[in-house]
Structure formats: C-alpha cells, structure tokens
C-alpha cells in the first residue's frame, strides 16, 4: 500500500505555543483514515498545516511531491483539498458559481463531468443551484463546501468537522457521501469530534490529544480500545483492550 | 437660474460623474480583491493623459521609461521569491513578463512617437505604459504586504502616490499638457450642444461598466476576483492564486485611470498633480458606495458630478470644500447604521 501522503515529525506553533507536536501521519490511495480527539487537541491545526494555511515544521510528501515548497494553491493543483471547519464558502455567490469555482484549475471539459458527480452526489444542490451560498442551511452548506472541494477532481480530501452543528439526518448523510467517495477512488482525510461516526466508515484512525498522536491503528481496533471508548464513545467495552 | 443654464449645468455635473463613476469603480474593485484603498488612482488618470498628450506632441513621455524601471525591480523581486527553487522556465515567465514586456512597450514608444502619429496608437501606447505601470506597482508595493492590515496597506497607498506624484513633476513638468480631442464631431438637441469628447465620455463610461458588468458576471476570472473579494482564504483553497486576483485589479484599475485621463485631457489642461483630486472625488463617490457596491458608486459618482456643476456656479470658490464635504453625513449615517466592529488583529 503506498503512501498517498506522508506526515513524519511534524510540528505546528502558534506564536510560541507548539499546537501540533512530532506527528506523523500516512493516508494510502483509496483510504479513508480519521483523527479524533477532544476539543483543542491540535487536529484542526494538523489539516491546515498539512494544506499550508499554516507554516507546518517537519516533512510532508504528497504523491512522492515533497511540499515544502509548494504554497496552498500548488497543494490544490496537486491534488489535495481541504473543506475548512468554517466551510469558506462565497456567501454572496450563487450555488453554481461556487462549484464553478470548484473546478479552477482543471480544464474545462472535466469541470462538467465533476458537476455530474456532485450533483449526483448532492442532488439537493441541483435543486438549489441558484441559490445564493450564504442564505442555505447548514447541511447544504457543508454539502457545498465538500461539492466545491470535489469540483477539482482531488486525490485526497481532508474533511474538517464535517458533522460540527447539524441535526443527525444529516449527519447521516454526510458519512454515507464520504463512504462512497472511497468507491470513486478519493481518500479522505477525516477530522471529527463525533468519533463514533467517523470510526465506522473509517479504514484507519488516529488518536490526538493534546498536539500528539497517542494512538493509532485500524478503526476496528481502535473503536474496540478501552480509553477511546471512555473517552470519545461515552461507554465502556466489555472486553476492551486497554492502551 | 432658468433652465438652460441648468441643464448646462447637468450636462457638465454628469460629464465630469461619469469620468468619477469609472474611477470610483475601479477604487471600488482594487479595494474588494486587494484591501488596498488605492490612493495612486490619480496618478493612473495623471500618467495616462499626460503620456497621450506628450505623444501627441511625437514626444516619448517618461512613463515609458519608469515601466521599464518597475519591471527590473519586479524582476529583481521575483527572482528573491523564487530562490528556492530557481527553474529554467520560472526564470525565463519572470524575465519575459517583467523585463521583455515593457522593454517592447519602451521599444514601440519610441519607434512610432512621432508628431503625425494617428490618435488612436498614441491612446494605445499610453494605456499600455500606464497598464504595465500598474501591473509592476502591485508586484512591488503591494504583493509582498498581502497579508498585512487595510492600515499598512494604506500607508503603502499614500507612499505610492507620493512617490509617483514626484516622479510626474520630473516627467512632465510643472506646466500643465492639453491633448487632442477624440472626435470633433458635435451634436445639438434644443440648447444643448454635445461634443463628440463628452459623447465619447459618456460611451465609454457605459461601455466599461456594461464590460466590467459582463466580466464578474459570467466569465471564470471575473467570478474568481469576487470569489477573492468575499471570501480569501476559501478562494486560496479552490486554487486561485491571490496574487493573479491583485495584478487583475490593478491591471484593470491602472486602464480605467489611464482612459479617464484621455478622455478628460483634451477636455481641461492636466498638470502632474491634479489627478490626485480627481482620483479623490471618484473615491467619495466610493466611499458613498462603501467600497462594496458598484451600482451605488456609479450613481453617488453622478451626483458628486452635478453637486461640483451647482456648486462651481453658486460658489466657484468653495466648489472643493462643497463635494467634499458630501462625504460627512454618509460616514456618520454609515456609522449610525454599521454596528460598532473590533479593530482589525490581522
């Protein structure tokens, strides 16, 4: 399985306050691998650093591309994407344009093959294509936020807080379109609170609490360990394994 | 008054709004996409008129010269940006764009400035001086200070507009330059008597915003310089470059100033300094329309317009004070309106 992106030591500081701590991460293709954690445990931090909105310390390959150099719009024509927490839609921009935006840097041709898949994927942004950005729910701008991101044909989509402020239907939703992204050849990095969800469609995940990975492994292992259970899935096992 | 001086009147205030609404426009622009409240705007409007009135005297204006000037330290800046990884075709975009480029402008200037050169090439020259002027003012003064605060960025703003004021007194002179007129066509419809120059203001005023109108609304760039002005980050994160947003803006900004000029200068004598309250009048005009919106700017601009006409017959002597003065009950009923906001952090 070959790494799709590659994290090793990384570190991301705010000022003088070291938020991310010697991480180091792999997604392979076609994987779908989550972070979870508490509230304030550096994963946030983690996704922008590794999208360069923020300086990140350490070495990151993406596609055997090292990144280093490459600024955020370098990373979106190489293929990664990031759907933000606050979504950063174009709030005063209708539907469309927003996905039209989607697709700025691939030619023209595959820009309309990628409306096809969004909009079968989301069929409620078909309906509500005219609608400006800024005056749709909460799922339908998440909804948008992760169509635009697909609009570019990405190889990896990082995916923060999907699920953060939206009532469980839709959140339901959410998770079964990332499910089926695997099946279209995206992997996808997940950064979720709701770790119960995010561990059920997940391949992979990792464990962050306070800027360092404590733990990782498959998400069946990981959904099945004691602490993570207690800590992040509000129950005790009976029979899980301890850290 | 009776009517005739009235209209008069009208004519002149909606002849001069009409120039002010293309620079309020673009001020308008260059602040949404950039932050950058663009002071040097008449200094667009300074350099393209007084560029198309030395040519045509079959002069080659300094301008040219200055463009070429930018471009080297342009380039000089590019090559700083790229030291880490200095490829072939990077250096060679860099060298062709910011040295190649304005070294043809330069080259043309001065193979067709001549004393029977045809209008239409002299306007074409000094639209692509002033365009390449703006396009290197961005690259910089103001590409390497993207991220700072709307304050630094006006600090940059006024230094620019200090130092390219300075720079048209050394080309120009202090005397002041009349160019020729567009057209000498005229038209009469009851007392008023239309030049072909204000038709051709009027025109081309409709014209740039009827393109500009076209532009943000269906073409790919036009929507990805709104996209920049809305929302930042998000446009940076679906791939558009900031940085081709700002030299779009300028380069748009830096045509509508030059345009402006031609088609005031043969209208009223320039010197290298009156742009700048030219530049200011389109940004009240603006500023009415609080940076934000387009079609308000466009009609404040006409009303600034009328409001110097009236005002320069009732009291030529306080003409300036007059339309300036416009701006105060805005900013205290924008200020009433707007909710108290926290200072910028970034």
Redesign the interface.
């Known amino acids: 399985m070959s790494a799709l992106l590659s994290v090793s030591d990384a570190h991301v500081s705010y000022g003088k306050v070291e938020a991310v701590r010697s991480v180091s991460l792999q997604v392979a293709d076609n994987e779908i691998v989550t972070i979870i954690g508490a509230n304030g445990a550096g994963k946030s931090t983690l996704l922008n650093a590794i999208m360069g909105v923020l300086p990140l310390k350490g070495a990151t390959a993406f596609a055997g591309i090292d990144m280093a150099p490459l600024d955020i719009e370098d990373r979106v024509a190489a293929g990664l994407s990031l759907v933000p927490e606050h979504r950063e839609l174009f709030g005063t921009m209708n539907v469309e344009d927003n996905l039209q935006l989607g697709a700025f840097r691939i030619p023209k041709a595959t820009a309309a093959t990628s409306f096809e898949r969004v909009y079968t994927l989301f069929p409620r942004l078909k309906e509500r294509r005219k609608q400006l950005a800024g005056t749709l729910s909460g799922g339908e701008q998440q909804m948008l936020a992760m169509g635009r991101a697909l609009m570019g044909a990405p190889k990896l989509l990082m995916l923060d807080e999907p699920s953060l402020g939206l009532a469980p239907i839709i959140v339901a939703d959410i998770f079964r379109t990332i499910g089926e992204l695997r099946a279209a050849g995206v992997s996808v990095l997940l950064v979720e609170q709701n770790a119960q969800a995010a561990l059920q469609i997940a391949d992979r995940a990792y464990v962050m609490e306070l800027g360092e990975f404590i733990l990782s492994g498959s998400a069946k292992d990981i959904a099945s360990n004691q602490r993570v259970a207690a800590s992040y899935l509000g129950f005790q096992h009976e029979g899980a394994s301890g850290i | 008054m009776n009517t005739t001086i009235m209209l008069f009147l009208l004519q002149d205030g909606i002849t001069n709004g009409a120039i002010y609404a293309l620079l309020g426009l673009a001020l308008v622009l260059v602040f949404a996409v950039t932050r950058v409240i663009l002071i040097p705007q008449g200094e667009f409007v300074t350099f393209g008129a007084l560029s198309y009135a030395m040519l045509a005297t079959g002069q080659v204006p300094g301008t040219a010269k200055l463009a070429l000037a930018m471009g080297i330290v342009a380039f000089g800046l590019d090559l700083f940006d790229i030291r880490?990884?200095l490829r072939p075709t990077r250096i060679l975009r860099a060298f062709a764009f910011n040295i190649v480029l304005p070294a043809i402008i330069l080259a043309l200037t001065y193979g067709l400035a001549g004393p029977k050169t045809p209008i239409a090439v002299n306007i074409a020259l000094s639209l692509l001086i002033v365009a390449a002027i703006g396009l290197f003012l961005y690259r910089i003064a103001f590409q390497p200070l993207a991220h700072t605060s709307v304050l630094v960025l006006l600090i940059a703003s006024v230094g620019c507009h200090l130092a390219l004021q300075g720079l048209g007194l050394v080309f120009f002179g202090a005397e002041g330059l009349r160019g020729p007129a567009l057209s000498s066509a005229a038209l009469t419809i009851g007392p008023l008597r239309f030049t072909g120059q204000s038709l051709a203001v009027y025109g081309l005023t409709i014209a740039f915003i009827v393109a500009l109108w076209l532009f943000f609304g269906f073409t790919?760039m036009g929507?990805?310089l709104?996209?920049t002005a809305?929302?930042r980050?998000?446009?940076?994160?679906?791939?558009?470059?900031t940085t081709l947003s700002g030299q779009i803006a300028f380069l748009l900004a830096s045509l509508i100033g030059a345009i402006s000029g031609i088609l005031i200068v043969p209208i009223t004598t320039l010197y290298y300094d009156t742009g700048f309250l030219i530049g200011l009048k389109g940004f009240i005009a603006a500023i009415i329309g609080g940076l934000v919106s387009y079609p308000l700017t466009a009609v404040a601009a006409l009303i600034v317009g009328s409001v110097e006409a009236f005002s320069s017959f009732y009291a030529s002597n306080y003409k300036e004070v007059i339309v300036f003065t416009l701006i105060l009950p805005v900013l205290v009923l924008r200020s009433l309106a707007a909710p108290a906001v926290e200072e910028e952090k970034d």
Do not use: D, E, H, T
Not at chain 2, 233 to 241: K, N, T
């Open positions: 880490r990884s790919l929507k990805a709104r996209a809305v929302n980050l998000g446009a940076r994160l679906v791939g558009i470059r």
